[in-house]
């Protein structure tokens, strides 16, 4: 009787096993286009470049279910250039994420390269992700939410969805033997989205960011002695001891309109504490950055966009005892995308910016620096892009 007891456990553990659903998807996105940049560094390109509405990639995402509610989940995602075939994200295999976690009905743990919390609930608020793609982005992107930096060796929370309200934060453990601080990476965030009505708050903490932020998205050996920033409106400033984002944004859809405002406080702390750059020591740059955006669905295959972004940055001491005063930089976006299907779409973006004041370095006059493509040599820079995507 206990043999058949025993027997009959056994045989229904493994029925449990066996009827436990997994599944594995193959996912992506090809964008492609053609650019018309009027000054990249002094001259006109002409280009096809790839991965501006979104970044080209694909990836596998993984659920397990687990039994009462728990999941296995992974995500391994690739980013690639369409023209050239290499890598994105400087080379990473997995540079857009990689992670695995658990899901449960009260939220989600995940470890892994993720995103913080201000991509996670500000971001999505912002024209650049909507339909201007990363040329829309704010300068530089220097508050992050358009997602140009993610976060290696990061702890992650997210919860579950309560009536449209949803909170997470992140911790990256810094990895620096003796400095448990160095490095480290924390963020947290709260969205809610119910109706018409969308809100969404975040706030990142990095310390050594030129090092663990800025320079994480390659796969060569990481130099701590140079900037690991290439747009001028903040390259000056990567010597920080900490990056700071505070961010906060909404929208409100009435009727095929939707109108929306971003606003983020980015810091600088104590310059000068990585590398050599001509600010006195301990010195704080800080800006101030706003958005006001607007779409229209004209059918429900057509939408256009409209956005205005201002940037402005602070006066910060140089070590000769004068002061840079600060850069402002103006920049206007127009869209408009067509989907030829759930899956296909094409799109036409246009973006203006002009420059004023002292850019990051101290050294020279701002120049205009539309996100991800070479400065102008002069205060003013207009790009427009005609592309495709595909989603499968």
Known sequence: MKKSLLALAALGAFAGVAHA?????????????????????????????????????????????????LKAIFVL????????GKLGQGGLEFGRQAY???????GTVTLGRQYDSVVDFV????????????????PGDLDNFNNAYRVNNAIKFTSADYAGFKFGGLY????????????????????????????????LNVRNPNVSFFGNSTSGTINGG????????????GSAHTYQVIGAGGAYTFGAATVGATYSNIKFYDLGSSYATGYRAGETATFNNAEVNFKYQLTPALLIGAAYDYTRGSSVALSNGTDNPGAKYHQFSLGTDYFLSKRTDVYLIGVYQHASGTDSTGKAP???????????????????????????
């Open 123 to 138: 971001g999505p608020l912002e024209a650049g992700d909507q339909w201007g793609g990363y040329i829309a982005a704010h």
């Open 226 to 237: 140079i900037a690991n920033v290439s747009s001028p409106v903040y390259s000056g400033y």
């Open 21 to 69: 659903q997994s599944s594995v998807t193959l996912y992506g996105i090809i964008d492609e286009g053609f650019n018309i940049n009027t000054n990249a560094g002094g001259a006109h390109l002409y280009n096809l470049s790839s991965g501006v509405m979104q970044g080209s990639r694909w990836g596998l995402r993984g659920t397990e279910d687990l039994g009462g509610g």
């Open 366 to 392: 701002a120049v205009a620096a539309i996100n991800g493509l070479s400065a102008s040599s002069t205060q003013n820079q207009f790009t427009a892009r005609v592309g495709i995507r595909h989603k499968f």
């Open 77 to 84: 995602e690739n980013g690639f250039d369409v023209n050239t």
């Open 100 to 106: 695995v976690g658990l899901s449960s009905p009260y």
């Open 172 to 203: 990256s453990l810094g990895g620096v033997s003796g400095d448990y601080s160095r490095n480290q990476i924390f963020s947290l965030g709260a969205g809610y989205n119910n109706g018409p009505l969308v809100l969404g708050v975040g706030y």
